[in-house]
């Protein structure tokens, strides 16, 4: 295996070393294509420190011939923290690549080597970056989008914001979106997690541009006592057979959206509600998911009441509730 230091990114938030791995002997040793992400053991580092848990990015390289694409190298970005000293020798040494196993009946290979790579800093001449502290926020409908800073670099840009919720509630998007002054949007390439600050990175901004920094659709989960009581004949089920699904369409209007109880399946050990919204308001900012562990209680005429035991539903407003 070949192993070559093709980029040095030095940012002021970052420094991103770049791989390219090869196989220069394809007859012999693990297939290039099972190689797999390095562990923190796996590189000796002096003057290098990593950035975070997530170490970088591997991503494979295809052949540009016909029929089936093959794996002919790897590029593999590291991320460290910024450099505090650049006119001191900084080193980094790749001594194992690992491979993931072919199949499940073997095992994963540790191919070990001494792949050194050293530079100063100083002397590669990189362009500077800037880093502009925005510290702005704005809050709608219970959410508040803070951004903290951008940084400029001659090869790409970031922007470090927060999301909080007045509720306290879970976010199921924090994806954030980038428009100039034209209407064009930037998406970002990818995005960091750093204990709820996250770092979304995009092409570089052009020069001397306009910004508007905006969330992109967000979906937050909110857990709120919602009580929808369905009567239910039992004696339209009760002669049923073991199994067969009795449909009912009870319906019940709540806030302009028509829920019924489709159908009741009685099965050996446990009755099966299928509920839907049959007249879905998909203008509205709510959507009902699936109920908790005790969000929903069955009662029959005696007024015994049946344990809960689990809900499953798909992301649409008309989808069925079972």
């Known amino acids: 295996m070949t192993v070559s230091l093709t980029n040095v990114e030095l940012a002021a938030d970052r420094t991103v070393l770049t791989f390219s791995i090869v196989d220069a002997d394809t007859g012999s040793g693990p297939a290039l294509a099972q190689l797999d992400a390095p562990a923190p053991t796996d590189l000796r580092l002096d003057g290098l420190r990593w950035h975070s848990a997530s170490l970088g990015n591997l991503r494979p390289i ?18 460290f923290d910024p450099i505090t000293e650049p006119a001191r020798e900084v080193s980094a040494t790749i001594t194992a690549l690992r491979f993931r196993p072919e199949s499940p009946e073997e095992r994963g290979q540790i191919l070990e080597g001494d792949w050194s790579f050293r530079f100063t800093p100083a002397a590669l001449g990189a362009p500077a970056s800037s880093q502009l502290t925005v510290d702005q926020q704005h809050s709608a409908d219970g959410i508040t989008f803070f951004v ?133 308001d998909h203008r509205g900012s709510l959507l009902l998911r699936y109920p908790g562990e005790n969000g929903v209680t069955l009662t029959d005429n005696l007024g015994n009441q049946y344990a809960f035991s689990g809900a499953s539903t798909n992301f649409g407003k008309s989808d069925p509730l079972t």
């Open 62 to 79: 295809f052949s540009n011939g016909a029929g089936a694409q093959q794996i002919t190298a790897w590029e593999l970005s590291l991320v």
């Open 148 to 280: 903290d800073a951008i940084m400029l670099a001659p090869t790409h840009a970031t922007v470090t914001y927060r999301i909080a919720s007045q509720s306290g509630s879970n976010f199921e998007s924090t994806e954030i979106m980038v428009q100039l002054a034209d209407g064009t949007q930037l998406m970002p390439k990818q995005i960091d997690n750093h204990d709820g600050a996250f770092v979304a990175t995009f092409p570089p901004f052009p020069a001397g541009a306009t910004l508007t920094i905006a969330l992109a659709p967000i979906l937050v989960e909110v857990s709120q006592p919602l009580t929808l009581t369905f009567p239910i004949d039992g004696r339209s089920i009760a002669s049923a057979a073991e199994g067969t699904q009795v449909d009912l369409h009870t319906p019940l209007v709540v806030a302009g959206e028509q829920f019924e109880v489709a159908s009741v399946t009685i099965q050996e050990k446990q009755f099966v509600l299928r509920i839907q919204n049959t007249v879905p």
